[in-house]
Nanobody, 122 residues
């Protein structure tokens, strides 16, 4: 059974930092694996924040987080992280990680965690 467990969320003041972690079990990181982070706020669709392509470490970011967030992975430990700096109130939401084959969390074959809540105060 594939399981993803996110952690690291919390309450932080604007300008602060948090690092989210995602531990993946039951899924073998191979030459087509992608791990993505999404954010969801009430009343809005889940939004893709960042994605890492495991084979070569290439990354993509939502424009609004470029230069502030950094995605990484530790393939030996089957983990991924999202380092978030200079947080803004609009970064508030529930953050989810998703693992899949080449789709950055899109599509029915992706596996999802339960999410970790991030709240950024003014």
């Amino acid at each position: 059974e594939v399981q993803l467990v996110e952690s690291g969320g919390g309450l932080v003041q604007a300008g602060g930092s948090l690092t989210l972690s995602c531990v993946v079990s039951g899924f073998t990181f191979d030459d087509d694996t992608t791990i993505a982070w999404f954010r969801q706020v009430p009343g809005k669709d889940r939004e893709g924040i960042s994605c890492i392509y495991i084979p070569d470490g290439s990354t993509t970011y939502l424009d609004s987080v470029k230069g502030r967030f950094k995605i990484s992975s530790d393939n030996g430990k089957n983990t991924a992280a999202l380092q978030m700096n200079n947080l803004k109130p609009e970064d508030t939401g529930v953050y989810y990680c998703a693992v899949s084959w080449s789709t950055c969390g899109m599509g029915p074959s992706a596996y999802w965690g339960q999410g970790t809540r991030v709240t950024v105060s003014e």
